[in-house]
């Protein structure tokens, strides 16, 4: 990998794990680096996504604001990860638990703290497995799941057995905890709940098919490769998974039955869906130059239908009101920095509306969540020391999701951040993981 290398999700990062040194070679692939990428003094790439870090090059962002917090709440240790049911009006904070020293590998278990969305009071936390991960509600079955790493095996970094724990919605009880097979580490696994099915998807080598309801392990897919993320298209009643071997998998959301494998020039690491559109975003990267690229693929079919080079990251989100991709990028280079970007794409032609770089210098991890009710997208990015132990404060950007603009950011506790939306609350909630708090903020004053 030379002297670059990434501390958040990415290809730079996994390529070493899978490949050892050297890039990932797909069978389309040409490790061309793309067009926008810089190169430093010291040889070393900056992955810009054709972003010109030059100085005077990066227009002002406004003034910072003052944060429109309704409320700030403790939870439980270093929180990671918010998730919002509206129909109960529960917000669900998942906690990672405490850290061995000078280690990030966890030391106990996590547990999940529930929040009544109109007061902001906290009701209850239960405790869950070792090194939770994410959560996602089935607002239709009544249920939270989320998953668990699992306690670190002797010797090694990560876990034998992972599981899942299954929440009641309304109360925040743990229903049941249930056992499923080794859960991989970077990218950083989350469920993904089909309403409509009633299933949950959960990628981690292969992919669990779970009832929502009973937390049941259904039936388990192997995809060929290393999974990396999931999306669920209700219209179409598909899930599509990305996988580091460069490919996307498309699977039946019903039953969990592998319907086809499309093949990509690149390693696949996000996906997301828009439904109005009919079209699947896949950020694919380029470990010859740390270069994010989109393959947009056809929501029905699975088809590829156009290639957008220099213009992913590693997060990927769709508003289909505005009909907008929205793709956070966070990268750390040991000898020229790190930086936030975002882009923001229309989802139909597949054009870039508009670029920004949010953190020109030391901005680290990024979360991201969209408002389709008041055309709002938040970005909440942090900044860390070397070695990723410690964090500093987090600032909140609040984006014009059709314009892809910058309107106003402020601050808010210690990162690494978590971000969700209640439209119907109109509250943002923040998760701040460095002070074990969750900072509410009212959508409608932003």
Known sequence: MGKAFRLRVGAGYLAAILCGAGAVACPHSDSTPASG?????????????????????????????????LRTVRVGVRPIAVA????????????????????????????????????????????????PTGAAVDARSGRVVVLNRGKPAPGRSTSLQGSVSVLDATTGRLVRTVAIGVVGGDPVPVPVVDEQSGRVFIVAGAVHVLDATTGRILRTVPTGGFTTAAAVDARTGRVFVANANCSVNMLDAASGALRSTVPLDLPAYAVAVDERAGRVFVDVENDADRSNNVRVLDA?????????????????????????????????????????????????????VNRAILEAEGGYAAAIAVDERTGHTFVASTQHEPTGLAYLTTTVYVIDTRRGQVLRHFTVGTGPPAVAVDEQAEQVYVANGGDNTVSILDAARL
């Open 300 to 352: 029905t079919t699975g088809r590829l239908r156009q290639s957008i080079d220099g213009a992913g990251g590693e997060t990927l989100v769709t508003d289909p009101t505005a009909g907008r991709v929205l793709a956070v990028d966070s990268t750390t280079f040991i000898s020229t920095g790190s930086y936030v970007g975002l882009t923001v794409l229309d989802s139909r032609s597949g054009r870039v």
């Open 84 to 131: 919002v049911d509206a129909r109960t009006q529960r917000v669900f904070v998942v906690n990672g638990g405490s850290r061995m020293t000078n280690s990030l590998l966890p030391s106990g278990p996590g547990s999940v703290t529930t929040l009544d969305t109109m007061t902001g009071r906290r009701l209850r936390t239960v405790m869950v497995d070792w090194d």
């Open 37 to 69: 990428a810089l190169t430093a003094l010291s040889g070393v790439p900056i992955r810009t996504n054709g972003w010109r870090l030059r100085q005077g090059a990066i227009p002002p962002a406004p003034s910072a604001a003052r944060a429109p917090t």
